[in-house]
């Protein structure tokens, strides 16, 4: 198991570090390549707790798709704005993100601390998952148990991407609007 | 040796084949493209290194290498040197699941199963591979961008925007496979199409000539290579590599033909199986090939034969034919195995709705050449606003001297993007 | 115990390094003598006028959003597809009803006229 914890530190040194540059790199290109970096590195944790399937869709939803969607847009920035130099003019933005980031940190550290999410992963049965995992196969354990036990839950995800594409005509609606 | 490093030892080896054997696949089939694509012409093709011009490969490689690798000022150096590797990394790592012999009569044993002719049987099988093609937009998209100049950003976009269409469709159209197979796993679904005795070509006719179609516009190739359209954008994403860097892209583009061949051999016409004669050792990986090969030939033929569509053509045929139909095939092939039907419902409502879309477009052609007759001239096509017709005045009998062909009454086109 | 996932990772490693040691070798070779002219960005002979990074046609967000939303309808039948067996006609209610609510939005994106590209 060595080497599943030395993996496991490397990966959350990569994801920190992505998430990071997230964050601090000033051309909006090399931020969005941190995040697919970190989308990566998330998609690699799932790998390492046996969740194929979701490391999997991981990749082709995030990486593969939302990603792509930023890559539309940082690309058709003018050079001249794409990266902003001089004085952030919003000051207050760094008080407030430091100060929400201590209130994650500390309620994560708690949690971790607390072992309570631990606790509640044993509640829903985490042991019998990875049986059921071990005896169906990644896709089919996630595919029975969302069909079985989560159809509802399922069929509103369609109703969620109906909004989702009205929002993204109303978006658009300027320039699908002219032709009519 | 534990089993562990037997697994281990198994996979580097594997890998290392794999990886060889597809770079020297792209470089042979760049060769066999310029040769068959020769013949369509009417001419020979390259014929001078070596015999049959077999040496060709070797040759442009070592020119490849050789020739001045410009980065312009404009670009943006780091992404502009990676995003070819990106490319090519995307492109490889995605056959690893692909089975290319046969695996019914395989042991059992950890040190069998690592040797078994494949990289690795995941679980996810089909899903990786879409996953892992989804990112292969990056690699074009940035080396576009990177390039700063209009014609690869231009390309990059128009590529992104291309690939991102069709692979919705790829994506559905395979589930109906899915749904007979009732597994992901590359080597499960030639297992199942063994249990059940047909390939699932016959019970998804619709799903396969939507993947075909879907797939060659994810690869780029014609008649969907409008990133890299000549006329228009010089070439696309690819206006300012060269040499070496210009090759990786090459290769990439080839080594995904051979990965969405590889998915169409595999979930449609039973990958190494050829009704019973893959019992002959050794045989199960040429029946594979062939296959392969039959697809890869056929890429060609269809660049030597179709005209390119038009960007408002591609994205019309994207979302409003390929993903509506793809999805029809999905409910149609979810009633038919929910209710047990046999192989040839499902099969005979694919050909049904085929039959059904060559009617409509059949007709919309008479229709056309009727309308044409009557008129005597040739019908407006329902062109986007921003193609601008012009008419070029038929050339008169004393301009024209013989041999000359007169330029063609039909109006020329001169696409502009909006 | 070896997850069948690791021979991946080993294609992968190997991969890595042969595209690493394809780019170093784009530096190695080759003859370097650029010139002004050369490095300019390819304009077909003319002298660039403007940066490439304009406005685009929102159509390509628009694209870019809907592929999301239909990605993840893919995503989501791909599981229900190869269960459809086992869940037999619950599995094919389930299929019609994500299929029936998903095709209002797309009919009417399509008379939005979001799929016609000028």
């Known amino acids: 198991m060595l080497l599943h914890q030395i993996a496991f530190y490397v990966l959350a040194a990569v994801a920190i ?77 760094w008080g407030a993100g430091i100060g929400l980031g201590i209130i994650l940190a500390g309620g994560l550290i708690l949690a971790v601390v607390n072992g309570s999410l631990a606790r509640d992963a044993h509640a829903v049965g985490a042991d019998g998952l990875a049986r059921q995992v071990a ?30 594409v009205l929002g993204a005509v109303v978006l658009g609606r300027r320039i699908l609007g002219r032709e009519e | ?119 690795a049987d995941l679980n996810v099988g089909v899903l ?31 590529s992104a925007a291309q690939m991102v269409s069709y692979e919705v469709s790829i994506g559905l159209a395979l589930a109906g496979v899915l749904m007979l197979s009732g597994t992901l796993s590359m080597v499960g679904i030639v297992h199942a199409q063994v249990a059940q005795g ?47 860097r210009w090759s990786l892209y090459q290769m990439a583009e080839y080594i995904n033909m051979i990965t969405v061949s590889s998915i169409a051999a595999t979930l449609f016409f039973g990958g190494w199986t050829l009704g019973g004669l893959e019992g002959i050792p050794g045989m199960p990986f040429v029946w594979y090939t062939i296959k392969v090969a039959i697809f890869l030939f056929i890429f060609i033929w269809v660049r030597a034969t179709l005209p390119r569509i038009r960007y408002d053509q591609l994205m019309k045929v994207g979302w409003q034919a390929l993903l509506p139909l793809s999805i029809i095939n999905l409910v149609f092939t979810g009633l038919a195995v929910a209710l047990g039907w046999p192989w040839w419902a499902s099969g005979l409502f694919g050909l049904g709705v085929l039959l059904i879309v060559a009617v409509v477009l059949y007709n919309r052609l008479r229709l056309r050449q009727a309308m044409e007759r009557q008129s005597g001239e040739a019908v407006p096509l329902a062109l986007p606003s921003s193609v601008r017709l012009v008419r070029i005045a038929p050339a008169t009998a004393s301009e024209s001297g013989d041999g000359v062909v007169a330029a063609p009454a039909a109006p020329a086109e001169s696409v502009t993007t909006s | 115990m070896v997850a069948e996932y690791v021979p991946v990772l080993i294609l992968m490693g190997l991969v ?30 003319i002298q660039e006028i403007e940066a490439p990074q304009q406005r685009f046609p929102v159509k390509y967000l628009v694209t870019g959003m809907l592929f999301i939303i239909f990605d993840v309808e893919a995503a989501s039948l791909i599981p229900l597809s190869i269960l459809m067996r086992q869940l037999k006609m619950t599995g094919f209610v389930e299929l019609i009803v994500f299929a029936v609510v998903l095709t209002v939005p797309f009919v009417y994106v399509w008379r939005k006229g979001a799929f016609t590209w000028e």
């Open chain 3, 16 to 45: 890595f390094a042969f595209t690493v040691a394809a780019v170093l070798v784009t530096f190695v070779f080759g003859p370097k003598k650029p010139t002004p002219e050369k490095l300019a960005p390819y304009e077909c002979g």
């Open chain 2, 128 to 158: 990786y591979m879409l996953a892992i093609s989804s990112l292969a937009v990056y690699g074009i998209v940035l080396g576009g961008w990177s390039s700063g100049n209009h014609y690869s950003l231009l390309g990059a976009l128009r």
């Open chain 2, 1 to 119: 040796m534990s089993d562990v490093a037997w697994i281990v030892v198994a996979a580097v080896v594997k890998s290392a084949i794999a990886i060889g054997a597809l770079l020297t696949i792209f470089a042979y089939m760049t060769l066999v493209e310029r040769r068959v694509i020769a013949r369509f012409q009417r001419r020979v093709g390259p014929n001078r290194a070596g015999p049959l011009g077999l040496l060709q490969p070797l040759a442009d490689g070592m020119k490849m290498a050789f020739k001045e690798q410009i980065i312009p000022t404009k670009a943006r150096r780091l992404i502009f040197v990676l995003s070819p590797a990106i490319s090519v990394f995307v492109a490889l790592i995605a056959f690893a699941v692909v089975p290319l012999g046969n695996t019914t009569t395989w042991g059992t044993s950890p040190v069998a199963i690592a040797w078994a002719p494949f990289i």
């Open chain 1, 17 to 93: 570090a992505s998430a990071l540059g997230v964050i601090s790199f000033r051309s909006a290109v090399y931020s969005m390549l941190s995040l697919i970096v970190n989308l990566m590195s998330l998609a690699f944790f799932f790998l390492m707790l046996q969740a194929i399937f979701i490391g999997t869709i991981q990749v082709l939803i995030y990486a593969g798709a939302v990603m792509v969607l930023f890559l539309f847009v940082v690309t058709m920035l003018a050079p001249d704005t794409e990266s902003v130099g001089g004085r952030n003019p919003l000051r207050w933005q």
């Open chain 2, 198 to 244: 047909i390939w699932f070509i016959l019970a998804q006719p619709l799903a396969f000539v939507l993947y075909a179609i879907a797939a060659t516009a994810e690869v780029n190739r014609a008649p969907f290579d409008l990133p890299e359209a000549e006329q228009e954008l010089v070439a696309g994403y690819l206006t300012e590599f060269s040499g070496l």
């Open chain 1, 135 to 164: 005896l169906h196969g990644n896709v089919e354990a996630f595919g029975l148990a969302l069909f079985h036990g989560f159809s509802f839950p399922f069929e509103i995800t369609s109703v969620l991407l109906v909004i989702a």
